[in-house]
C-alpha cells in the first residue's frame, strides 16, 4: 500500500502552515495588547503623579514674581534649610546650592514659572489674562543688575545696580532659608567658602565686609558704591551665574533629598 502522494504531502504542510500562522497572529494581537496595556496604565501612572506634583504647587503671588517689599510665607523655607544641610553633608558648594534653590523656585514651587526666558530677554510672571500667564519683559542686566565693569562710571549704573529685580529675590527667597539656619551650629562652623557667597549674595542684608567695607546695594554714594562693586563683583558674578543656570536648567541640577 503507497504512501500519501507529494501533493497530499504539501495539501498537509501549507495547512499546518497557515494554522501556525493563525496561532503566531493570535499570540502576537494578545502580546500587543499586552503592551498596549501596560504602556497605557504607565502613562496614566505618570500623569496622575504629574497632576499630584502641580496640584502641591503654590499659587503665584499677585502681581510681580519679583516685586519689591513682602515675601512669599508659603514658601518651604524650612524644607529648603534642610537641604542646604544635604549639600553641606555632601561637600557640594554653596553656588552648587545656589543653582539648585534657583532651579526649585522657578521650575518645582509654583502653579507657574515665575520666570522664563526667549528672544535674549527674561520674562517675568506678574498675573493671568484668560488663563494664560501676563510677563513683563527685563534685560539680564536689569534683572540682576550685573554689568560688565570694574567701576561704577555714573549715578546710571550704580541705580542700575541698586535696582535690580535680583534683590527682591535674595530677600525673598535665599534671605529666607539662610535665616533657618544661621544661628545653628554647624551653620556657624562653616567656612568662608560658604558664608562668604551666601552673605553677598544678600545684599545688604547679609553684611559681608571685605576691607573695613560692608556691602549694601543701596549706598547711595558713588564713590563707595564704586569700591563695593569692585571687591564684590568676582563672588557676585559666580553668584549670579550659579543661579541663571539654576533658573533656566530643564531638570533639576543636582538631586538630593533633605532628612
Known sequence: ?????????MSVL????????????????????????????????????????EDKRLPNPRGNCLHAGGRDRNLPAAEWAKTLKVFVDRGLSAYNFLSWLAWTWNHNTYKVVPVTR????????????????????????DFTGHMRINTFANKVQME?????????????????????VEDEPWYKALGDSWHKPMQVMQGG?????????????????LE????????????????????????????????????
Not at 500500500?1 to 504531502?9: D, Y
Not at 542700575?160 to 533657618?180: H, K, M, P, Y
Open 1 to 9: 500500500m503507497s504512501g500519501p502522494s507529494n501533493a497530499e504531502l
Open 14 to 53: 501549507e495547512t499546518l502552515t497557515a494554522e501556525v500562522a493563525k496561532i503566531a497572529e493570535v499570540l502576537k494581537q494578545q502580546q500587543d495588547r499586552k503592551q498596549y496595556q501596560s504602556d497605557y496604565y504607565k502613562k496614566r501612572k505618570a500623569k496622575k503623579l504629574v497632576k499630584e506634583v
Open 118 to 141: 526667549s528672544g535674549g530677554y527674561m520674562h517675568l510672571y506678574y498675573g493671568m489674562s484668560d488663563n494664560r500667564p501676563m510677563r513683563t519683559k527685563r534685560s539680564d542686566r
Open 160 to 180: 542700575t545696580f541698586r535696582d535690580a529685580s535680583w534683590w527682591n529675590w535674595t530677600w525673598g527667597v535665599l534671605s529666607q532659608v539662610i535665616s533657618e
Open 205 to 221: 542684608i547679609g553684611g559681608y565686609v571685605i576691607n573695613g567695607i560692608a556691602f549694601d546695594q543701596n549706598c547711595n554714594c
Open 224 to 259: 563707595t558704591a564704586t569700591k563695593q562693586y569692585g571687591l564684590f563683583r568676582p563672588t557676585l558674578e559666580m553668584g549670579w551665574g550659579a543661579c541663571m543656570r539654576g533658573l533656566f536648567c530643564k531638570k533639576e541640577p543636582f538631586k538630593v533629598t533633605s532628612t
